[in-house]
Each structure stands twice: as C-alpha cells, then as structure tokens.
C-alpha cells in the first residue's frame, strides 16, 4: 500500500480542518491548536468551532460545523469529555471521515469515561469514521506544518524537516523524545501520540510510517497493543521497505503469565516475546531515549551497513581498544588489516601502531592530509561496510578542523554507500557541517558502537525476514491438502502419557512405553519392554514429578517393579490425595545423552511461540533458551537452534561427537505444527528433556496445558489414547 492510498493519510496531510472547542485565548488548549499551525504556516484551511462564533486568532469562527460552507477533510475535538458525543455526531453528519479527540475524561479516568470512550468508538465503527484518540497530545506533520497538537515542548521548540518520525501512545513519552530530538538537531517528518487509542492505534501508525515517502527512520513507543498480527504486519512492512524501525517498550504486563505452568510459560513472559518479534521482524529494541535517538540520527543520516565489519582509525590508543571491545559486544567485527594494507599505512604514516584498530597516535597532526589518506586507504583496500574515526578534541578547533573536513567530505563522496562515523568532543557549528556532507559525529565513543551495532543489526535481521504471518487457515489448508487428519483434544486436563501420543502424530519421537493400572501389568509390560525399565505416575495435576519422587529409574526385575508401583502411588496420593491418577508408565531404561528442552507458549497477542534450549532440571536456572514465532520452516528451525549459547555442546565439544540437529529441526517444526492447528486451545507444551544422541532422540517427558476442555473426542480419536489394564 502506497502511502497515497494510506487510510491514514488524511491524519497528516489534510487540506482543511476544523479545531470544534476553538478558543481565541492562545493559551488554552483550544486556542493552543490553531496557534501553533499559525505559527508554524499550515497553509490549509483551519475552520474554528465555537457557539459564540465571532472571530478566532485572526479566523473567521463558525458556531457549529453545520455552519462551515465547504467540505472538510479532519477535525480536531477539544471539548470537555461530556460534549464528546455530540461534537463526534456533528463530525459524522459533516461527513468528516477523521476525527482527532484531543479532550481527557474518558476510560483512563473511570468507568464513566469508559462508556463515554466505548460510545465513541462505537459511533465511529457505524459510520466509517477513524479516530485517534480520545486523551491524546495530537499529530504534528512537519513536511506540511501540520501542527494539530497543545504540547508544550512546541512554545520554545520548532521541530525541522528531517527523516525520524514518532508514534507513541503515551504523549508525554512522545513529547520528551521529539523534544529531545529537536534540541540535537534531529529532522523529523511526522510525531503521532494515540492516547487512549479507541481506534487506530500505534501499530497502525507504524504502518502508515513504513509506506511515508517522508519518513526515514520511525521511533515508537508501546504500552500496550490490540493485535500482534497487526504490529507484526507494520514492522515487516517498514523493513520490507528498508526502514529502520526503534521500539520501546513502556510498561509491562501481566499477559503471557497464564502458561506459569510450565518451564516454557514461566521463562517466556510477555517481554521475552515482545524481543523475538522486534527481532524477527528487522527492528531493535531500545531501552532509553538516548539509545532510540542515537540509533535514529545514525539511520536517518547513514546508509545501511552492508556488512557487520568495521574498521577504526584513532589518534588515541586507548580510545582505539575501548572502542574495539564496545564492538565485541555490540556484534560488530573488527577484522585485521591485511598484511598488503599494512605496508602502504605504514608508508604513510611510519609511527602508526597496531592495524585494527589503527592508532596514529597525536603524531598525525605533523602530516598534511594524514587521517584522510589513512581512511582512504582502510576504505579502498577493504570491504568493511565502515570506519570509525576517533578525533579527539580537533572537531571542537574551529580554526584547525575545516581543512581535514574537506577532506573527509570528498572521501565520503568517493565512497557513498559506506558509514564514516566519526567521535570526539565537537561545537556546534562542526556537527552541522558535518552532516551537511553526510557523515555523523558522536562525543561518547561507546554510544556511536551501539548504535552502529544496533544499525547493523537490523540490516542483518532485513536481510534475513521470513514470513510470519501465516494464519491458521493457511496453515490448515497446508495440513488438509497433505492428507493429515487434524487431531481433537480430550475433554479432560491431559497427562503425560495423552501428551506423548498427541506429539507422536506430529512426528515427535518417543519410546515404546505402556501405561498400567495396576502392579501386575506393569510387572508384564516391564517384561515385554526388557529390563531395567523407569516407572513414572502419571496425572494430570502432578505436572513435575521429580519434585515429588514420581520417576523411579533401573527397576531392574519384576519385585522392583511391583515395588516401584506401590511406592509411586502412596507418593502422589501424599503430594495431592484428590489427584486423578492414570495410572503407572513403564518405559524402557535408555543411555544418557544431550538433554534439550522444547516447547511452546502461546502468546495472547502474538500467538504461538516456539521454545527451544538446554534442558533437564537447570532450564530454569539457566534460561539458556530462544524463542521463534509459529509456524517454523527448516531455514528457521535450524537458526533458533544455533541462536542459543549451548549449541556448542550440540556440535561436538571437547572431543564429543557432533548431535545430529537434522532430529532437532523434525521435531520442531513438528511441534510448531501442532501449535498452528491447537492455537485457539492451547496454553503452552514443554517437551523436556527431549534427549539427543548421536543419531538418535526421543521425548523423556512432556506437558500439555490446554486453556479450556474442548470439546469431548470421537470414539475414535479415545481409542488411540486407551490404557491397558488388568
């Protein structure tokens, strides 16, 4: 979608607009609005709104919008809470298709303001109207000086063209982060705050920012959000269109806790979710203004990096290694000078020391051209997508500093599709003229790293986008046309043995074990099945049965297995006495191997989230675990396995054998699988430990919380799930 086509375009670039609430005191709100349009030259039209007409700031006042002789493309609502209604039923008799609610009193209030919210939404779903709003800051529009906002970061502030736009639901956040941006110079093209977002929300403002030919660069910031998909479909978007997107996340929330009960719900959490999808989708998460800002001025005046490798060039050698270790953490490689490069620097400048990163040392000063023939060098002989230049104090000598600005001025017009990021304290007037040619300049040398890492970060993530949005319908026609049946699920919470046989339709592997109601019939399938063999109960309320001593391993005869029998159910009727007991699992005793832990947590706003890390008893100690959305391909699969820390272990460690990760990959999307076809039902699945031998691997234990009985199964679908007993 173009953003001509944009639903939301009218929002920002309207030609005519109607403040109703007018005031013709500049201070109020009513009064704010049009003044700073005034100010700032909106050169539409402005209808002011208020009964006692006259004239407003110059305008011609209208007492009702009935009055306005001509059609109007938005309005802004500045009234009190209670004249809400009426002034959204003139906009809609008016034929008003965009309506901003300016005015406070509604659901952040109380429950009187939450009616009042929900009639106003409800009145603009009936007639096709889109609102922001009610309780927001407003939008400012810079390319157009659209100025419809009462913030007061706009009475000493004039925001300047420029690529960073905002959408923030909280308006004092939006206001501190573009007033911020305006005392450092940056451009901005458009600043949104939703408020209480009765209808279009931050989400769809970054979709509409992905497809403005305006912005560049876009800053947003999340309290809460309606619908994953939604937010999912505007990031992708935004980076499908090679713009750099930088969240925040405000606030946390209680949401994603229903899946406490197992491993994988309680490591989740909604943040952790909200981290995968940021990555999954080409942005990076800030955790300050200053980060998201330093971000947005290096993306707004950079290309993006083609590659992670930098080089650095310092006239401190101190400077130099604490920038090469900020690289180390941010992801950024600083590869060695080749042996060739190094014998023309040193040419140049005999008393440089190291290769990368470079110290010229202050000896630099005493060769005309030397820190520009340098960089020249380490840019043509290399293909690191950038150079970081340390300067010192020289940006801040206006008298020294122009000559060598020149010079790097060329050098960036030789070299147009990489980043010369330069460092070092500088004045005012240096920094400007240095954009002006395309380069950026930053004091703290550790903020120009980060933000060079996060940029090329999500160069990497753009270049790696998939498709996550896949919906169960898709996915279901995909599962139809193959010829498999799509399960049911008992009407009853599942146990173990239930879970097992559900992932064994999904191609999980898991071992040939039988499920027994009394001592005898264990003793026999103990038999069957060759000794030693593992006893475990079976219930769906004793979820972690090492805790209560429900896993007896060795049982290496019948009267141990008896034996084993007796004491596993005394000790679950002990835990809980009201438990339902299923019954014994007799399973075979196999040799140890890697234990690894699978899962899911369906997310109740990004849907089914697939888990995978070290397992066994110290997944939770550890958290060494990743996240991807649902459904999984293999090219994915195999990237969430690599993204953990102990993948090492998998590929062979101090001499161990290699695992064969190709068992991995089935089983995952396996279990991504099932979690498509069961999202409406499911909470969450621990397969824990799934254990990997060397070509071999098999589920030891599994979990399934469902977050409601569905309905009960078939006669056929209970036969697969039946017990044997005595």
């Not at 009960?712 to 209970?718: E, I, M, N, P, V």
Request: charged content about 20%; some cysteine; aromatic content about 4%.
């Amino acid at each position: 979608m173009s953003a001509k086509d944009h639903p939301l375009l009218p929002f920002f670039d309207p030609q005519s607009v109607a403040v109703i609430g007018a005031s013709s005191d500049a201070d109020k709100l009513g009064g704010r609005v049009i003044r700073f349009m005034l100010k700032a030259g909106y050169r539409g039209k402005i209808f002011p709104i208020n009964r006692k007409a006259g004239n407003v700031q110059g305008l011609r006042c209208y007492a009702s919008l009935a009055d306005v002789p001509q059609q109007v493309d938005q309005a802004v609502i500045i009234v009190p809470a209670s004249a809400a209604q009426e002034a959204l039923q003139a906009c809609i008799d008016h034929g008003i298709k965009h309506v901003q609610i300016l005015s406070s009193g509604f659901a952040e209030e109380d429950d009187i303001g939450r009616q009042r919210q929900e009639t106003l939404a409800r009145m603009a779903r009936e007639h096709g109207v889109r609102l922001i709003g009610p309780n927001c800051l407003g939008i400012v529009s810079v390319p157009n000086r659209y100025f419809a906002t009462f913030s007061t970061a706009l009475e000493a502030l004039s925001p300047q063209p420029g690529g960073i736009s905002f959408a923030t639901q909280s308006g004092a956040f939006g206001s501190c982060a573009y007033a911020q941006a305006i005392q450092r110079g940056l451009g901005i093209a458009r600043i949104v705050a939703t408020g209480n977002e009765a209808d279009v929300d931050v989400a769809q403002c970054i979709d509409f920012l992905a497809s403005d030919p305006e912005t560049r660069v876009i800053c947003g910031a999340i309290e809460g959000c309606r619908s994953g998909d939604v937010l999912r479909r505007a990031l992708l978007r935004a980076s499908a269109a090679g713009k750099a997107v930088v969240l925040m996340k405000v606030g946390t929330s209680s949401r994603g806790q229903l899946a406490a009960a197992t491993h994988t719900g309680a490591i989740a959490g909604n943040d952790r979710v909200f981290d995968t999808v940021v990555r999954e989708c080409g942005a990076w998460r800030a955790r300050t203004i200053e980060e998201m800002l330093d971000i947005a001025y290096l993306c707004t005046q950079l290309p993006a990096p083609r590659n992670s490798s930098a080089g650095i060039l310092t006239v401190s050698g101190g400077i130099g290694v604490l920038m090469t270790d900020d690289a180390e953490r941010h992801g950024i490689a600083i590869p060695g000078i080749p042996a060739p490069l190094q014998d023309q620097v040193h040419d140049l400048v005999p008393f440089a020391i190291g290769d990368n990163p470079l110290d010229t040392t202050a000896q630099i000063s005493a060769i005309p051209g030397g820190i520009a023939g340098l960089a020249r060098l380490m840019l043509a002989q290399t293909e690191w997508s950038t150079l970081c230049i340390y300067l010192a104090q020289i940006p801040c000598d206006e008298r020294r500093f122009p000559p060598l600005l020149e010079d790097l001025g060329k050098l960036r017009a030789e070299y147009p599709d990489r980043l010369i990021v330069l460092v070092g304290p500088h004045s005012e007037r240096m920094r400007v003229a240095l954009e002006e040619q395309g380069m950026v300049i930053f004091s703290d040398p550790g903020r120009a790293i980060a933000a060079l890492g996060a940029a090329c970060a999500m160069a990497e993530r753009r270049n790696c986008l998939h498709d996550t949005l896949r919906d169960k319908d898709t996915v279901r026609g995909i599962r139809q046309a193959s010829g498999r049946a799509l399960p049911a699920l008992p009407d009853a919470p599942l146990d173990e043995f239930q879970a097992k046989q559900i992932l064994a339709r999904y191609g999980l592997p898991v071992l040939a074990e039988r499920l027994c109601t009394c001592a005898e019939d264990a003793v026999l399938a103990a038999q069957e099945i060759g000794f030693p063999v593992v006893a475990k109960i079976v219930s769906p309320e004793i979820r972690h049965k090492t805790e209560i001593g429900g896993v007896m391993l060795n049982l290496a005869d019948a009267g141990a297995v008896r034996e084993a029998y007796a004491t596993l159910q005394a000790r679950a009727r002990a835990h809980d006495e009201k438990a339902t007991l299923s019954g014994v699992l007799i399973s075979p005793m196999i040799e140890p191997g890697t234990e690894t832990i699978l899962g899911v947590h369906m997310d109740p706003l990004f849907g089914p989230m697939i888990m995978f890390g070290m397992g066994g008893i110290s997944v939770e100690l550890f958290e060494d675990v990743a996240f991807a959305s649902a459904p999984l391909t293999e090219r994915r699969a195999y990237q969430l396995i690599e993204s953990i820390k102990g993948y090492k272990l998998l590929k062979g460690w101090r001499g161990q054998p290699a695992l064969d990760t190709g068992l991995l990959v089935k089983a995952l999307i396996g279990l991504s699988e099932l979690a498509c076809d069961w999202r409406e039902a499911l909470v969450s699945i621990d397969v824990n430990p799934f254990v990997l031998k060397h070509d071999t691997a098999v589920c030891l234990d599994a979990l399934i919380v469902t977050r409601k009985p569905p309905a009960a199964l078939a006669s056929r679908d209970t036969a697969c799930m039946a017990t044997s007993s005595c």
